[in-house]
């Protein structure tokens, strides 16, 4: 799932953080340890001005896996794309700002579950959301 915004240049920063937020909302309601990093220059994209990486923690791996990605790409792709708005005030016609968000990789957030919920007895506990869903606390 991508998530993607198209916004005035004046909340781009403010949207962005919501982007985040609503990514990192999943990673908390499953309950699974994760961190949030804020990409240096050198490691952002050609496009991008500003990028959070979400990664969760997987045990077996003993390692972070990147489970979305938040840009905001200001007005790099408008500009590519000629797409524009006319503030509502009349003023001059200025180019949008456009955000994109990776919601969560299913495959990596798959393998999270299963290494973080592996108990002794090699069954794996569910995260509490989706009890309701399986019908049962473990997997056997």
Not at 25 to 54: H, M, N, Q, W
Not at 115 to 137: M, S, T, W
Request: glycine letters at 8%; one cysteine or more; a negative charge.
């Amino acid at each position: 799932v991508e998530m993607v915004k198209f916004v005035k240049p004046e909340t781009s920063y403010a949207e962005l953080e919501t982007l985040r937020r609503d990514a990192e909302e999943v990673l908390e309601i499953l309950g699974l340890p994760y961190r949030v990093l804020e990409l240096v220059t050198g490691d952002l994209s050609f496009a991008a001005a500003k990028c959070y990486d979400l990664e969760l923690w997987a045990p077996g791996e003993k390692r972070w896996l990147e489970v979305s990605s938040c840009s905001n790409f200001e007005d790099f792709q408008a500009r590519r794309g000629n797409i524009r708005y006319r503030p509502a005030a009349g003023g001059k016609v200025q180019f949008i700002h456009t955000l994109n968000g990776s919601g969560v990789a299913t495959a990596r957030l798959l393998v999270a579950i299963l290494e973080n919920g592996q108990q002794a007895d090699g069954r794996i506990k569910l995260p509490d959301a989706l009890v309701p869903y399986f019908g049962a606390e473990f997997l056997d």
